[in-house]
């Protein structure tokens, strides 16, 4: 704890009596931009112009500029804002105004195009006549602590999420399986109100005889501590008696080593939800890519140095044939490096991650060539390997020694010197000079030649020049300081140096001469900002401190003394244990002679009891070394992270819970790291794929998902990484290799505020694909996803008829067309986006004719339609050309193919020639009408006679069929065959009986 400010006083008075630690002048600025450099923080200051005057490393960083000089004396608006004018509201001109401190909450872009968040302070700095002369802003960058907010919202907003999402029942019963609670929608399925279900003695009063003995085994086992299933089926009766299959997911509630009750998830199975679509990757591209490159592309085993993998360029460019090849090693054709030196190499790679270096190959024929290797590490099924590039640089290397000799040839130093240079002789008479001398003094070669040096001086350091004349004779060499002046008779300062050697037996001096104007003007311009660095260190929000490597204090800001209740002089020379309790104290000190000897800056994070009340602080502790590079003492900067802290206990709080939740989903959850490697799943993947206990952790995804979705997961990777969520249909591969159709919503898995993977809920969508299927079958045109049709009509006529089939049949989509937006939303009478091609684009919904913009179009919309109708192709190939026009749709074919879309493209054949409409219909399928088949009136009156019982929510068997239309067993059985062949029925078993239910199809053939 820190002394009272009566006994910090007292120590003050006796300390005056003490020696006090001296910092030497030429130090003092050392140690202020030692804490600046060290300042995360962003400091600035502006003068009322605003213009940038000053501005630390940290923040010129972040603009992406190598040093503060880059950005200083520019516009503060235009460097910080991209702003052409000052902006409105202005903080700095609000100061410069009312000379009172500002404070704001504002967005920066960084010099990487990201958005981030910013805290600022602005101070006003006044002169001695206390006159505003400039502005200071302090900027703290709080993007973490606001991703921080930002997560903790995103977890409840995922929470909330799930929880609305959830269609599921949720049952809550103790250990007595008494029911504590169940979710309202169970009266969705079952008939009965969550009250009356409350009110029953137990959950299994609800299921039938069979399902009962089967969750009394399980409860009985379960509270036996013996491991059971925590996910199966059991026939939930409805209220009206019918039998409904249920899927029930368990996670049992703990106390201790006791379980006190479970948390339940009751699903329907009869039906599945719906999801959308996915995408395939063609291997051959990426192998045509990479066997076409213009360079040598290998891989190569890291423990071997085997050629594991190669292109064609890689053996052509030595000559030898790919048999040949692949039974090398890097040192049969490595010229410089043998084979121990190759090894020492390939580690270094591995262990650095990456390098670049020249060497040479020799070829088949014995020619050395010379080789640019570009190298990177990369890991392949937890073995190291080599993935190299070799650039064949022969001949640029022959044409750069061509250039060196030539240039050592015919250039000459002498004149190309960014410096001042005279040959004289010991008498002063200039014999040559370069073109740098000209330049500086404004004399022609021809003048400078009959003068003498001392002619170049003023008058006042002609003694100065003469003791230089002397000290060169004697002892051969001689650097100085000393003024020159040009033609003009301007004044300059310069340092010299000189060096006496013979020419033709003849001494002569050489005389290098650098003028120091800017150097001479900086040394003034930081000498008179020293009370300036000292004004912006105290108005930094941070805690500063500078101790000995004893942890005796030398100096700290204002912000550090306010927060043990005093000024900095109330504290200056005392010891840690003076100013704070013993634990802090000694582990402070530890910290500062450990950084004092290892001379590595460190970070801590603690909880710190000051005067001003208690709070987590993390500190970077830094080692002060003056310029005989001798330890001065450590450098603490502290600032305060409580509400960090505070977010991130909130965020352990909801992980937790959220994890509970993720355990009774019904939904499969995978939770996948930044290399696609499955860390986490809960019990209903593991039952949906066939795998036991935790058999998939570890697994790569590309071994679950179906290959022609490899490029989508990637996509969604590339999404995730920039914090965007991600819907699609994808197909998984079970253990036993059959595949199923899925949705995968995908969330980006945040851990400490960075990215860690993906977090994907995964969901059965088999029964809707059928679906889909019937209602495909239900259209009059023969239409199938992932196709491409093309339309030849002069008006579009067939296309809106086709369009407004689809749409009828719930299919998505939007419509690409020449035709004004106005007059085919009147013809279509259908709410589809219309985007209007035109050569002078208004607005968002119209578009020039350009197959880039169309792509870009069609990729942000495919995510989110079934069908896309692209109209008056013709009018494109005329506003382009039919070549491209042509790549265009085969492009487009690819593309709906792999996302399982439709493609209606309509065209006037007159338009084009009959070669290019026959190149077109072989990139495209026909439409076809089908053929329609009338029912018989006895399956049309079986149809009607299940759809009655369906609209009262219940399903006829086969026997109330045959007591219905009295035929026999037989004839019913031929009849519902026919029916669920044509897809207008389906059936659903229950124990030893089937029950009956119209599909859509059959709905809407009634």
């Known amino acids: 704890m820190a002394k009272s400010k009566k006994t910090a006083k007292g120590v003050k008075k006796a300390s005056k009596k003490k020696d006090k630690i001296p910092i030497k002048n030429t130090e003092k600025m050392v140690f202020l931009e030692s804490i600046l450099k060290a300042i995360t923080d962003g400091i600035t200051v502006i003068d009322d112009n605003l213009n940038i005057i000053y501005i630390n490393q940290s923040l010129a960083h972040f603009f992406g500029y190598k040093k503060p000089e880059d950005i200083i004396g520019k516009k503060c608006y235009r460097m910080y804002q991209n702003r052409k004018s000052k902006c409105k509201d202005c903080p700095a001109i609000k100061v410069f105004d009312k000379g009172k401190p500002k404070h704001i909450f504002h967005t920066r872009i960084d010099g990487h195009g990201n958005e981030t968040f910013w805290e600022l302070y602005f ?32 977890y409840e907003k995922r929470l909330a999420e799930l929880l609305s999402v959830n269609r599921d029942v949720i049952v809550e019963y103790n250990a007595n399986m008494e029911l504590t609670f169940i979710s309202e929608n169970i009266k969705d399925f079952s008939g009965y109100t969550s009250k009356e279900v409350l009110e029953a003695e137990s959950f299994i009063d609800f299921v039938t005889p069979e399902s009962k003995k089967m969750l009394l085994k399980y409860f009985k086992n379960r509270m036996a501590g013996m491991d059971v299933l925590q996910l199966y089926e059991i026939e939930f009766l409805h209220k009206s008696g019918r039998v409904i299959p249920v899927e029930v997911s368990v996670s049992p509630r703990m106390e201790g080593d006791r379980i006190s009750g479970a948390v339940a998830t009751v699903r329907d199975i009869t039906e599945r939800k719906e999801t959308e679509k996915a995408l395939r990757e063609s291997e051959e591209r990426y192998r045509a890519i990479f066997e076409q490159a213009a360079d040598s592309i290998v891989l190569i085993e890291g423990s071997t140095g085997k050629l594991v993998e190669f292109n064609e360029r890689a053996h052509e460019t030595l000559g030898y044939t790919r048999a040949e090849f692949k039974n090398l090693r890097i040192p049969d ?34 020619e050395v060539r010379d080789i640019l290797v570009t190298c990177r590490a990369i890991s392949i099924g937890g073995s190291d390997f080599l993935q190299g590039i070799w650039r064949d640089i022969t001949e640029s290397k022959r044409a750069e020694e061509a250039l060196k000799e030539s240039e050592e040839k015919y250039s000459n130093l002498f004149q190309k010197s960014n410096d001042a240079i005279f040959l004289h002789d010991l008498d002063g008479n200039v014999i040559d000079v370069n073109q740098r001398v000209l330049d500086f003094f404004g004399y022609s070669k021809k003048e400078l030649l009959g003068l003498k040096i001392p002619e170049l001086h003023p008058p006042h350091v002609l003694e100065a020049s003469r003791k230089a004349f002397k000290k060169i004779s004697k002892k051969g060499y001689v650097n100085f300081e000393i003024e020159f002046k040009r033609k003009s008779g301007d004044s300059f300062p310069a340092e010299v140096s000189s060096s006496l050697f013979e020419i033709a037996d003849k001494k002569v001096i050489q005389g290098i001469v650098r003028d120091i104007t800017e150097r001479k003007k900086a040394d003034r311009k930081l000498k008179e900002s020293e009370e300036k660095y000292r004004m912006l260190l105290e108005q930094s929000g941070d805690v500063i401190t500078y101790f000995t490597v004893d942890g005796i204090l030398i100096a700290m800001n204002q912000n550090a003394a306010r927060g043990l209740n005093g000024i900095p002089d109330d504290f200056v020379g005392k010891s840690l244990d003076e100013m704070f309790d013993e634990d802090i104290a000694k582990r402070s000190l530890g910290r500062i002679r450990r950084v004092a000897k290892t001379l590595k800056s460190e970070v801590h994070e603690d909880m710190v009891d000051v005067p001003i009340g208690k709070g987590w602080y993390q500190s970077s502790y830094h080692p002060m070394i003056d310029t005989d590079k001798n330890v001065t003492g450590v450098q603490i900067i502290s600032h305060n992270i409580s509400d960090r802290k505070e977010a991130e206990e909130e965020i352990k709080k909801l992980k937790e ?61 590339s999404e995730n990484l920039l914090g965007e969520q991600d819907r699609f249909e994808a197909i998984l591969v079970k253990k036993n290799r059959t595949e199923m159709p899925v949705l995968i919503s995908a969330s980006p898995h945040i851990k400490d505020g960075l990215f860690s993977g993906i977090l994907a809920v995964i969901t059965d969508i088999t029964d809707r694909k059928r679906e889909d299927i019937a209602r495909e079958e239900l259209m009059r045109y023969k239409i199938r996803r992932g196709s491409s049709y093309l339309i030849k009509e002069k008006k579009l006529e067939r296309g809106k008829d086709i369009i407004y089939e689809l749409y009828k049949n719930h299919f998505k989509g939007l419509v690409i067309t020449r035709e004004h937006p106005e007059k085919m939303k009147r013809d279509l009478d259908l709410n589809i986006p219309i985007y209007w091609m035109t050569n002078d684009p208004k607005d968002k919904a119209s578009i020039r004719p350009e ?46 193919y792999a996302r399982k879309a439709i493609l209606i493209i309509s065209i006037d054949p007159e338009t084009v020639s009959a070669q290019e409409l026959s190149l077109l219909e072989k990139e495209t399928s026909v439409l076809e009408k089908k053929h329609e088949e009338r029912l018989s009136a006895d399956l049309m009156d079986l149809l009607e006679f299940v759809n009655r019982y369906n609209r009262v929510g219940e399903s006829p068997s086969y026997k109330q069929v045959g007591d219905e239309f009295r035929i026999s067993r037989t004839t019913v059985r031929k009849r519902i065959r026919e029916l669920v062949d044509k897809g207008l029925l389906k059936e659903r078993k229950s124990g030893r009986f089937k029950y009956l239910v119209l599909t859509e199809k059959g709905k809407d053939s009634l």
């Open 333 to 366: 054709f490595e010229v410089i490096e043998s084979t121990k030196d190759v090894r020492k190499h390939i580690k270094k790679i591995i262990k650095e991650g990456s390098d670049q270096f020249e060497t040479k190959h020799r070829t088949k024929s014995g």
């Open 851 to 896: 197959f880039s913009l169309l792509e870009k179009i069609i990729d942000d919309n495919i995510d989110r339609t079934t069908f896309i109708l692209l109209d008056r192709f013709d009018y494109l190939v005329t506003q382009n050309n039919f070549k491209d026009a042509l790549n265009f749709v085969q492009h487009l074919n690819e593309i709906f």
């Open 657 to 717: 819970f959220n994890e509970s939740i993720v355990q009774s989903m019904s939904e499969g959850i995978i939770i996948l790291d930044e290399e696609g490697y499955v860390s986490f799943i809960n019990p209903k993947i593991e039952k949906v794929l066939g795998y036991k206990g935790t058999k998939l952790v570890g697994e790569h995804w590309e071994n679950i998902i179906a290959p022609d979705y490899h490029r989508r997961m990637r996509d969604c990777y």
């Open 123 to 154: 101070y006003p700095i006044r002169d001695d006549k206390g006159d505003i002369q400039s502005v200071v802003e302090y900027s703290r960058n709080i993007t973490r602590e606001k991703r921080l907010e930002e997560q903790v919202k995103g």
